[in-house]
């Protein structure tokens, strides 16, 4: 039954928007101490609810975590309006030389709660694909030696990288959409997107391979909610994930923590199944997360969206991770 895979990794995700960054740190620690072999990492300026409460600056938080542990880390970043590509060209690239082939870096379009910042004009979602792909192109170049000067959609005058890693981190494209990620497929080294019924991501996966990702990796991050028993585990997504249910164009056009809780204020708690796995068994988390690796998924982040962490870190350390990972 079980697809066997030497390159499976189950992760943890550190999200910011809910926990403080030494509580990250710890906790990622103790995810590496119970079993799990990769994590990822969020990277908003702010969080999707007042209820979350916390936005750390990722990129600075990497380099502790990569020295406190020996893992692979990821993270899905929006370069082009709050970051310049040639800085997370930097970014990635001295993370990458520190520790070799333990990095790799997701690339999106953004979303404008933490894009606003800038108090530059918000582009509609295919001016933001376009600009997404010169970032690409811009990061790859510097990545490869190339000095870059190039006037687009973003500026860039003369840029060198001078410190860069023998292998550079793997672009992944981060997709919600089939359409983005048919996209993605002809341009980056791999898929991330979000867990969803079978069937719809079944659509996910033909789209990225229909579009050139057939061979690439595929990763997913998997939102679910696990507590003691089936009510707080409910009552858990509730309280800290009913803001981010919306659809995509929701999601990436809102421009405050308080408009996406005010839109979530008629979410009731039975609605958050339909977008969180929500199980106080165990046995039924490993049964949904082998029918995304039969898909073909090779790296499942797992995000348990209430705060109950180090319990959830304990128990998949025991009882889910080692049935997947075998």
């Not at 970043?77 to 970051?83: K, L």
């Not at 990635?92 to 690339?107: G, K």
Request: net charge negative; hydrophobic share 40%; proline share 4%.
């Amino acid at each position: 039954m079980k697809q066997q895979d030497s390159t499976l990794r189950i992760g943890y995700h550190a999200s910011h928007e809910q926990f403080k960054p030494s509580e990250l740190l710890r906790f990622v620690q103790q995810a590496e101490q119970a079993g799990f072999n990769a994590s990822m990492s969020s990277d908003h300026f702010a969080p999707w609810s007042l209820d979350q409460g916390e936005s750390g600056f990722a990129w600075s938080w990497l380099g502790a975590a990569m020295q406190a542990t020996k893992l692979p880390f990821g993270i899905v970043n929006a370069p082009g309006q709050r970051y310049h590509p040639a800085i997370i060209a930097q970014a990635a690239a001295t993370l990458a030389e520190m520790f070799p082939e333990r990095f790799w870096v997701a690339m999106g379009s953004g979303q404008y709660i933490n894009e606003q910042i800038t108090g530059e004009h918000w582009p509609v979602k295919q001016d933001r694909n376009d600009r997404l792909k010169e970032c690409v192109d811009i990061i790859r170049a510097l990545w490869a030696g190339e000095t870059v000067t190039h006037h687009g959609l973003v500026t860039v005058e003369e840029a060198k990288l001078w410190t860069r890693a023998k292998v550079a981190p793997k672009i992944i494209g981060a997709a919600i959409t089939e359409e983005t990620a048919e996209w993605v497929g002809g341009w980056a080294d791999g898929l991330i997107t979000v867990s969803k019924p079978p069937k719809e991501l079944k659509k996910m996966v033909d789209a990225f391979h229909r579009g050139g990702g057939e061979g690439k990796p595929m990763y997913l991050k998997v939102q679910l909610s696990y507590a003691k028993d089936e009510k707080d585990a409910l009552q858990g997504a509730h309280d800290q994930w009913r803001s981010n249910i919306f659809p995509s164009a929701v999601l990436s056009d809102l421009r405050t923590a308080k408009q996406l809780e005010q839109a979530a204020m008629f979410v009731r708690e039975e609605d958050l199944r339909e977008h969180v796995r929500i199980s106080s068994d165990p046995n039924q988390h490993v049964a949904w997360l082998q029918q995304d690796i039969d898909l073909g998924f090779s790296q499942l982040i797992l995000h348990n969206v209430n705060l109950e962490q180090e319990r959830f870190i304990e128990v998949f350390g025991d009882k889910v991770v080692p049935q997947l990972l075998g």
